[in-house]
């Protein structure tokens, strides 16, 4: 068969760009690596020409680069005489597809998360108490001998808690960090803390009790004050604790967050 029959079987590198929608660059990278051979090459004007059939293999190179595929890994499926191994080459594909379903689950769960948390702190304006209800939660703390308006730094709560395993779930959960005052007629044990999302067989592990607590929002820490600011929702009670986070606005201030200082009374 004549060079001139050969071409006018085959589309030309163009037209099979037009049918595909990829890059005459693209092609002829894909020729360099290996994966898309050319059915003819004028041996006179070095054009490149291909077969129909070739759009097949086209598509799942460009189905690979949607899952972010290296087009390099495709060479481990793709003979010299471009026989593909199409089994295993989908098997690979629909691997990462579903790591890709699974990151972006875990993302729309952060995301709603994130924006009931912001839902719930924008319900409340700052400076007034309400109520609400929290489940039990369990922290890891840290005792602290000092009022915490005298170093705020959490650096120490943060330190100690490479040592625990967390879930990739566990991170979109937001999990809560901050202070934590214990007040009894003994006096008032302070800690810092972290949320766990199970129990550990460590020291330092408190369960914090599920109840309505009475929470005030602030953009600054008032912790050391809460005695005052929760006196008549305490109704005497010389046994409660307070726990202050932060909380998530709409409108973020990285350096400034807005915090959450709850108080709950302990039964006598």
């Known amino acids: ?15 099979i760009s037009r049918f595909t929608g ?18 003819f090459v004028d041996p006179y004007s070095g054009y490149r020409y291909y077969s129909f059939d070739q759009i097949y293999l086209i598509n799942i190179i460009l189905f690979c680069i949607e899952l972010d595929i290296p087009l390099k890994e495709l060479t481990k499926y793709i003979d010299k005489d471009q026989t593909i191994d199409l089994s295993a080459l989908l098997a690979y594909g629909k691997g990462i597809a579903e790591e890709k379903l699974n990151v972006l689950r875990r993302g729309m769960r952060y995301i709603g998360e994130v924006e009931g948390k912001i839902a719930l ?28 308006e005298k170093d705020t730094d959490m650096y120490e709560t943060l330190k100690p808690f490479g ?5 990739e779930d566990d991170y979109y959960g937001l999990l809560e960090y901050g202070y934590m005052c214990e007040h009894s007629p003994s006096g008032i044990r302070r800690y810092y803390y972290m949320e766990l999302t199970r129990p550990a067989a460590k020291v330092n592990v408190k369960r914090i009790p599920a109840g309505t607590y009475f929470c005030r929002q602030s953009g600054e820490s008032q912790i050391e004050h809460s005695p005052e600011i929760f006196k008549e929702y305490l109704a ?8 202050e986070t932060e909380t998530i606005a709409g409108t973020y201030k990285v350096n400034k967050p807005i915090n959450e200082l709850r108080v709950i009374a302990f039964s006598a």
């Open 1 to 15: 068969m004549s060079c001139m029959d050969k071409k006018n079987r085959l589309l030309s590198i163009g037209e």
């Open 22 to 39: 990829a890059s005459i660059k693209s092609l002829r990278y894909y020729e360099k690596i290996g994966i898309l051979e050319p059915t």
């Open 121 to 148: 702190a924008e319900k409340h304006q700052q400076g007034r108490i309400y109520s609400r209800e929290i489940p039990e939660k369990i922290f890891y703390v840290i005792p602290r001998e000092h009022s915490f």
């Open 163 to 167: 040592e625990f395993e967390y879930s």
């Open 236 to 243: 005497g009670s010389d046994s409660f604790l307070t726990i």
